[in-house]
């Protein structure tokens, strides 16, 4: 074997950060607010990375990730740690402000662009790379979790992103001369990566996995023609650690082929998204460590360890040497199962959160070094459990499969747009670019306290809606003082936009504790959906109902759409996405059609995470696109011509979904535009797209107040690519992260452009 040093058996490719309380979203946002310093924030921050420490050691894990920790992103480490930050921010002085600048912006910086991590829920800032960026390294973190970690006396395996994959998910600055790619300068960034593996081997580390993603997908012809000459050129270094080069969320196929050529000690590989081909069909690996990633990271069922055993086994003839490992990073999942004191025994025996999976993975470690039997109860245990789950009534629904046979694709189709384009007209009577707000506005200090006074019993459910209509009584009358044409309600009743749908269907369970980050100090909560779903009662027109009563102006229903509640869920992996995505968008046409009943004329189906589920190999990206768009439109068929029907987009780059957004067929399409400079209207044009369109024109992820000429500025472009006939005018997203006295003064702004906007289009 070419093997540099001795091969590990059982690790995790990533953990969670955000700490299983939360601890860390609190401190960071205490450091925010001036509650504390930056040495209190760390004394939270290294508390939380010892526990994970001590987590991954007691689970059996003989390679412990380190440096997958961030206070906000690991994209964002990456850029600091190549000198890759945007020279917007160079002016701040203190580095940990710095770093926040460009993750959230200040009053006077807009921050970096935010997307979709390749398909999951997670969001990475996009560096931004220009003719100024000039690299170098400053590699203070990495080197201190090694530290850390090793004074805690485990096997530190620290992690970075690789090369390929930084520039690739890099966006061309402004200042670029001659349209360059971020991957044009991949040569610079090869003597920064060979000086920090010298620094690393210096400190006594043995492994180091550098994470390239990237490389499952088709984001270029290039990629393992690249992946070989970058690896092969780090695989010559004099001094460094053993190589793993880590690929997952799908198949490397001709990329594991290529970096196996390359020198390299390992490649992980990703075999519950990818195939064990990418792995048999490369005899180069027989002289390699291959770390098999067999446990789902990404999804929250228990692994069937009778399968996972068996690939392992079909595995060993083509690796040198074989570990155990998570598919991906655990950062996508919860910290444990155990504080789900809510659970059935069924349904908890079919889950396995993070702290479960790094049990797995050693169980797994064991049989394969010394067979089935050393593990004989976990694996009956792990059979009990799935057999419960196959059995048990709540996965199957008859009536909710024979609604479903029953479709056709008249129910997936209103009238054309220009019909309905005249009876909304008529029917709503609004201004030239009309203005509105995307739905949630900031969940107050007030909502929170009653919602917890309403779970710990304090108050009754009486008392509780009350309260919120007193909130949602203070929305509307604000948005009439500001002048807005469409008004919400403000969604104070919603804990968040997909778990307040799931706690009132059936096939779904809510966790109380299981927190995953979205990005930033944003987390959720995704609930788990894990049979066939069903509404048995309305599950918002009492609230909108009473919003309406309280102003002449249209109030917009607001609901969440099929394949956003698909993808901000952890969902049953026992059926085609497609048929679970049809069963959400039939309870949410009964929900439209229950609107529309009460007098409702602007229902909004929210789809932020259409482009999310997009597969990242472009052969399957058709299939995925017609069952979404076909899922949207029987969510949205079942009202009539003079109903309105809205949708909104937002977290991701557009251009690869633009065809299905027109797909959709909504009346009207809120989409994120703030940060990207209104990009996506030319994507639109370009598809002759001709419906009603509301580009955002007010950052609500940045706590900066945009001003009346800012606004202007973004009105003017839109203007020249939309028209005035088609063009509303709203925030990128929900309010209810932001604050209310920001919140007013920005829509007050938004107001008061979009008036000086319809004097410049008449």
């Known amino acids: 074997m070419s093997l540099r040093t001795t091969p590990f058996s059982a690790t995790v490719l990533g953990t969670p950060r955000i700490g299983p309380r939360r601890e860390l979203k609190r401190a960071i ?72 600048a460009a993750a959230r912006g200040t009053a006077d910086v807009t921050p970096l662009e935010m997307t979709k991590w390749f398909d999951t829920n997670y969001h990475y800032l996009v560096p931004e790379i220009g003719d100024a960026t000039a690299f170098s390294l400053h590699p203070e973190k990495v080197l201190a979790e090694v530290a850390e970690a090793q004074a805690a006396g485990v096997s530190a395996r620290p992690v970075v992103i690789g ?38 081997a210096d400190t006594g580390v043995e492994w180091v996995q550098i994470d390239e993603p990237i490389l499952v997908t088709d984001a270029a012809e290039r990629l393992p023609a690249l992946a070989g000459s970058v690896y092969s050129t780090l695989a010559q270094a004099s001094s460094r650690p053993a190589l793993c080069v880590a690929t997952y969320f799908g198949d490397a196929r001709d990329s594991v082929r290529a970096l196996a050529r390359t020198g390299i000690e390992a490649v992980a590989v990703d075999v519950i998204e990818g195939s064990l081909e990418s792995v048999a069909d490369v005899p180069e690996l027989a002289d390699m460590l291959v770390v098999a990633g067999v446990v789902n990271g990404r999804n929250i069922w228990r692994t069937d360890l009778e399968k996972a055993l068996a690939t392992l086994g079909t595995l060993l003839g083509s690796a040198g040497s074989l570990a155990v490992s998570t598919s991906c990073s655990t950062l996508h999942v919860p910290y444990s199962v155990e504080p789900e004191t809510g659970l059935d025994d069924n349904l908890r025996g079919w889950l396995a959160f993070a702290a479960e999976k790094y049990r797995e993975v050693a169980i797994l470690s064991e049989a394969l070094r010394h067979g089935r039997e050393s593990q004989a109860d976990a694996f009956d245990a792990a059979a ?5 789950r196959e059995s048990d009534p709540r996965v199957h629904n008859p009536a909710v499969r024979e609604r479903l046979a029953a479709i056709t694709d008249a129910d997936r189709k209103r009238g ?47 008392e509780y809606v009350r309260r919120m209509q007193a909130e949602i009584a203070d929305v509307v009358a604000l948005q009439e003082e500001i002048g807005l044409d469409v008004l919400v309600h403000g969604e104070p009743e919603r804990n968040d936009m997909v778990q307040y749908f799931a706690e009132q269907l059936d096939g779904f369970f809510a966790t109380a504790h299981a927190w995953v980050q979205s990005y930033g100090t944003r987390c959720v909560r995704p609930p788990i959906l894990f049979g066939d779903v069903s509404r048995p009662a309305p599950m918002t027109v009492d609230w909108i109902a009473y919003a309406q009563s309280l102003t002449g102006k249209p109030v917009k229903g607001m ?49 932020p995470a259409l482009r999310e589920l997009l597969p990242l190999r472009d052969a399957d990206k058709p299939a995925y696109l017609d069952w979404a768009v076909r899922a949207f439109r029987l969510a949205t068929s079942g009202v009539v011509d003079a109903t309105q029907v809205h949708t909104h987009l937002c977290y991701s780059e557009f251009g690869e979904v633009i065809g299905a957004i027109a797909e959709l067929d909504a009346d009207v399409t809120s989409i994120e535009a703030a940060r990207s400079s209104m990009e996506v209207l030319d994507d639109l044009n370009a598809i002759g797209f001709a419906n009603g369109v509301g580009p955002g024109v007010y950052d609500i992820h940045s706590p900066r107040v945009p001003d009346v000429t800012e606004i202007e500025s973004s009105l003017r472009a839109a203007l ?42 008449n």
Request: glycine share 6%.
């Open 29 to 100: 946002e205490s450091y925010w607010a001036g509650r504390i310093d930056a040495a209190g924030l760390e004394t939270v921050a290294a508390g939380l990375r010892r526990d994970t420490i001590a987590t991954l050691a007691a689970a059996g894990l003989d390679s412990i990730p380190v440096n997958t920790f961030s206070y906000y992103d690991q994209m964002l480490d990456t850029a600091v740690l190549l000198g890759a930050l945007p020279e917007r921010v160079a002016h701040i002085t203190d580095p940990l402000d710095r770093y926040f």
């Open 163 to 200: 090369p390929i994959t930084f520039l690739a998910l890099s966006k061309s600055a402004h200042d670029t001369a001659g349209g360059g790619s971020p991957l044009d300068r991949l040569n610079e960034l090869l003597p920064l990566y060979l000086d920090l593996l010298a620094r690393l």
């Open 384 to 388: 009990a459990a799935l057999a419960t």
């Open 416 to 462: 054309d747009a220009a019909t309905r384009s005249a009876a909304q007209s008529e029917r709503l009577n609004l201004p030239p670019l009309p203005t509105t707000t995307i739905g949630s506005y900031p969940q107050t200090s007030a909502i929170r306290l009653a919602r917890a006074a309403l779970r710990s019993g304090e108050i009754d459910d009486a």
């Open 559 to 607: 609901l969440t759409g099929p394949v956003t509640i698909l993808a901000w869920s952890f969902v049953r992996d026992d059926q085609p996405l497609s048929d679970s995505a049809d069963q959400i968008a039939l309870a949410i046409r009964d929900e439209t059609i229950d609107l529309e009943r009460i007098g409702i004329g602007i229902i909004q189906v929210d789809e």
């Open 720 to 761: 020249d690519a939309v028209g005035p006939q088609r063009l509303w005018v709203n925030p990128d997203c929900g309010l209810k992260t932001r604050g209310t006295t920001e919140v007013t003064a920005a829509l007050t702004n938004l107001v008061s452009a979009a008036k000086a906007a319809r004097a410049l289009a």
